[in-house]
């Protein structure tokens, strides 16, 4: 699918920029024809030049999804009928490319017990493309006032499913862009940038037999996209792990500045409805030689819920969100770099969630926060994309762990802050002293504050007994010394070389 959604955008999508040197139509077509087939796509057409215009009909672009799904057991194609492209030279060496008003995306899906077919209609409105540059090097400039994609026809095991029980639509524009696709003998590359305006969506289906149903309606707005890609010559992008070996690897981002959403879902006869909403957010994700690299970040957003098994609604917002993660993907006899950020930051609630378990206001009001920031070396047994090689490990892991540092702790909420900060080596010989895990050596040091304060507020909220929160004091004397302020704690968790575990230089085992 993301084969299809990128090739299928690109072709479409890849005005007029400067001619910087000669190209035909036929090349034209030959660049977008092969970029289909680098993408996997069987590319079946008739050609006629006339004069200065060929025309390419009855195009129809055929991709065998087999063994492509989750399960690795279902099967799939899909197919996308273009009735004529349009490629007339302009006199200054620039080509222009006309498609159809519309264009129809078969889908068919079979997983060995449920067969699902349907049809995306991809429409556009004002759509133009002019392609110059030189046969090795095409540059694609495009605008459109609207593209959109709606879904026209689905059947499920044979029966029709009719729009009241399924619908999805996709509206997107102003659209403007520029796509560069060059080539040589042994790689196909490209680079993208576009901006999609403003994006609406609306999603719906029920299942009354299920008593489930389910909408989705929203905006986004301020999108835009680009991308990178490399592409060897002659490979299979249904074996991922010899292609990323092969020089397989792309970048892609996509961000909004603003969106909202609404939904309202219904199961087993219970209905919940909702509104989110962020002022800004973007996706990222890179493949890149030997690495793996996607995040996910996101600031003002909100959400509002309320439903028939809520006792009450439900509203909360987060200033700040961020989620990153950066692994090698091939097989290594060294050590390699690896992280994970979590960032979730200025969480507040709504005073109805608040009055709920505080009406007294004990605990302070002041937003709530988490960072996890993590860095590592591992090395690697498999590609992360070779899942035969990862299944004959067997209950071996599919690679050591060599160092973690924990570059950032932070917890704050209800008045309470930890922290802490460390790093530690693994000695992966030695599987004995924890009982199967490597060894670790290294240190942690932490820091507490407002512990007690946070543990009264508690006890005095009915949320914690004085037996609890004894038990809790005791365990925390046990492990901390007092800091340099009230009511702050501090300390050094260290494992030797032997194994040994000590708390602030007294060993605990």
């Given at each position: ?42 590319v079946d057409a008739s050609e006629d030049l006339a004069g200065d215009t060929l ?216 209905t919940t409805s909702g509104q989110t909403s962020s002022d800004e957010g973007a ?227």
């Open positions: 699918m993301n084969r299809l959604a990128a090739g299928t955008a690109l072709a479409l999508c890849t005005m007029a920029a400067p001619a910087l040197a000669d190209v035909t139509p036929q090349q034209v077509w030959d660049d977008l024809a092969r970029y289909m087939s680098d993408f996997g796509y069987t025309t390419v009909s009855d195009v129809i672009l055929t991709m065998n999804l087999e063994n492509s799904i989750d399960d690795m057991s279902g099967s799939g194609t899909v197919a996308v009928r273009i009735d004529e492209i349009v490629l007339t030279d302009r006199g200054d060496g620039s080509v222009g490319v006309g498609f159809p008003d519309s264009i129809p995306i078969d889908m068919a899906f079979d997983d060995g017990e449920d067969a699902v077919d349907l049809t995306i209609d991809y429409t556009n409105e004002g759509f133009e493309m002019v392609v110059s540059g030189t046969p090795d090097a095409m540059v694609y400039d495009y605008t459109a006032d609207r593209l959109m994609l709606a879904l026209s026809d689905l059947s499920a095991e044979g029966q029709s499913v009719g729009r009241d029980n399924a619908r999805l639509s996709v509206t997107m524009g102003p659209v403007s862009g520029q796509s560069t696709m060059a080539r040589t003998d042994a790689l196909s590359s490209s680079t993208q940038e576009m901006s999609l305006g403003e994006v609406t969506y609306d999603i719906a289906f029920d299942m009354p037999e299920e008593e489930s149903a389910g909408s989705y309606t929203g905006t986004l707005s301020g999108v835009t996209a680009s991308g990178t890609s490399d592409i060897p010559r002659d490979i299979d992008l249904e074996d991922m792990a010899a292609a990323v070996a092969a020089g397989f690897g792309g970048t892609g981002r996509l961000s909004h500045e603003g969106s909202q959403n609404e939904f309202t879902v219904t199961d087993e006869g219970a996706f990222e994700v890179e493949i890149s030689g030997d690495r793996l690299r996607y995040s996910a970040t996101a600031s003002g957003g909100s959400i509002a819920l309320s439903g028939d098994q809520m006792p009450l609604p439900v509203s909360a917002s987060l200033a700040e969100m961020e989620f990153s993660m950066s692994v090698p993907m091939q097989p290594s006899d060294t050590p390699q770099d690896a992280a994970l950020t979590v960032n979730l930051g200025g969480l507040t609630m709504s005073e109805v969630i608040w009055n709920a378990f505080d009406p007294s206001g004990r605990l302070p009001r002041t937003p709530a926060s988490f960072v996890l920031d993590i860095g590592a070396q591992v090395t690697p047994r498999v590609s992360l994309f070779d899942p035969e090689a990862i299944e004959a490990l067997g209950e071996q892991p599919p690679g050591e762990l060599n160092t973690v540092t924990l570059r950032d702790l932070t917890l704050e909420a209800g008045g309470g802050r930890l922290t802490g900060a460390g790093a530690f080596t693994f000695d992966n010989d030695d599987l004995e002293t924890f009982n199967g895990m490597p060894r670790p050596e290294g240190t942690v040091e932490l820091t507490v504050s407002g512990a007690n304060a946070l543990m009264d507020n508690l006890i005095a909220m009915g949320l914690l007994t004085e037996e609890d929160a004894m038990g809790a004091r005791m365990m925390l004397s046990m492990f901390t010394v007092p800091g340099s302020e009230p009511d702050t704690a501090t300390s050094t968790i260290e494992i030797n070389e032997r194994g040994h575990i000590s708390a602030n230089g007294q060993r605990i085992q």
